[in-house]
């Protein structure tokens, strides 16, 4: 059985998120990260007009594999009635231990709809919908926010507190603004802040890019637990890094190319088991074909050799020659 997301996040031991991720944080990737040490997963955003219209490309986001768990699925909108109704259904057709609110997608199409960053603009707005979820479902019903809309409206501690007013029972900040998309570096004295305004457990996301990161978040904000997105990209090994590195342990070196090799093939059969098209999720494996191999000495002639792959024999062969060619180099 495994343990609640929320004993997780009181127990002192400072779980590891692999973060919600369109594209990418999908139930293949989701259990390889779990295998590397992520304590939770989240899902990728998924539309509660989707969800509620049957939609059966939306439907296709929430499905999970049992041993991803504990795995929150995260859902978007500006309907509290919409969110409301998505959220039970969630709840009761696909049973993930928590369930949680996207306000933080600064994608145009969300936000510009009011989903996603957009309700930051609109706090009552949050609220509404943060007591609706909260008011239809049974599991834990958490939030994940940025600092703000933008520098002019800035100000997570208030956004925070609102959250936790309205019923949130933890919340992620991701300490960035909407206008500031990806680019800055997340401000992790918001994420302090927060974490002392608030009594409910608070995750800190932003900028954790290695293993080392993670301790230097911890001992920066007090935060209860730790979410990576991108600084998992290519490299899922970042939570076993992750967690050496928070328990003061000496940090595991990154694989070698053939252990690296041997990981991309793992994850490459999971995707594909999953998507059962081969060609169709070899296509869509490129990008982590793209984030695995970079930084690998003349990785690019690789990479492109990779890109034009539709099956994964072709890529083994790829892989192959390339680690023949390159054997004993580090990575
Ligand atoms: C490709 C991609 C897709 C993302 N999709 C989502 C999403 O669906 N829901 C969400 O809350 N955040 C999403 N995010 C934001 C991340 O969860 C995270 O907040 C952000 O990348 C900052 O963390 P990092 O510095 O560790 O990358 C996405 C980020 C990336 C790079």
Same mark, same amino acid.
């Given at each position: ?20 991720? $369109?594209?990418?944080? =999908?139930?293949?990737?989701? +259990? ?6 992520? #304590?939770?997963?989240?899902? !990728? ?9 049957? &939609? ?6 929430? +499905?999970?594999?049992?041993? =991803? ?22 709840? @009761? ?41 909260? *008011? ?15 520098? @002019?409206?800035?100000?997570?501690? @208030? ?5 936790? #007013? ?20 997340? #401000? ?10 608030? #009594? ?11 293993? @080392?990161?993670?301790?230097?978040? +911890? ?20 939570? $076993?890094? $992750? ?31 999953? =998507?059962? &098209? !081969? ?6 494996? +490129?990008?982590?074909? *793209? ?24 890529? !083994? !062969? ?14």
């Amino acid at each position: 059985m495994p343990q609640s997301p929320f004993d997780l996040l009181t127990d002192g031991r400072v779980p590891l998120y692999l973060a919600p991720q $369109a594209g990418v944080s =999908e139930s293949p990737f989701r +259990r390889l990260c779990r295998s590397f040490g992520a #304590d939770v997963v989240v899902s !990728e955003f998924v539309s509660a007009e989707g969800i509620r219209r049957h &939609d059966r490309r939306t439907h296709s986001y929430l +499905r999970f594999h049992d041993e =991803e768990r504990p795995i929150g699925i995260q859902i978007f909108g500006s309907d509290p009635e919409a969110m409301a109704e998505a959220a039970a259904l969630v709840e @009761e057709v696909y049973a993930p231990d928590y369930l949680d609110i996207n306000f933080g997608c600064p994608v145009k199409k969300v936000a510009s709809k009011n989903g996603g960053s957009g309700c930051l603009k609109d706090l009552d707005m949050v609220q509404r919908i943060i007591r609706a979820v909260r *008011g239809a479902i049974a599991i834990p019903t958490t939030v994940k926010i940025r600092s703000g809309w933008s520098e @002019e409206l800035r100000h997570p501690v @208030e956004i925070a507190l609102r959250c936790q #007013d309205a019923g949130a029972q933890v919340l992620t900040l991701h300490a960035r603004t909407r206008t500031q998309m990806y680019s800055g570096t997340a #401000d992790w004295d918001e994420i302090a802040a927060v974490v002392q305004a608030l #009594d409910i457990p608070v995750i800190g996301n932003g900028d954790v890019w290695r293993g @080392e990161d993670a301790r230097a978040m +911890r001992e920066h904000t007090g935060c209860a637990g730790i979410m990576i997105a991108r600084g998992s990209h290519g490299q899922p090994w970042i939570f $076993a890094q $992750a967690r050496a590195a928070l328990e003061g342990r000496p940090v595991p070196p990154d694989p070698d190319v053939e252990e690296r090799f041997r990981i991309i093939v793992h994850h490459a059969r999971l995707a594909i088991a999953w =998507e059962r &098209d !081969e060609e169709k999720a070899m296509i869509e494996f +490129r990008k982590h074909l *793209g984030w695995y191999t970079k930084g690998l000495p003349n990785g690019r002639v690789l990479r492109q050799e990779l890109f034009a792959v539709t099956s994964l024999r072709e890529a !083994e !062969e790829k892989l192959e020659r390339y680690a023949e060619e390159w054997q004993g180099v580090a990575a």
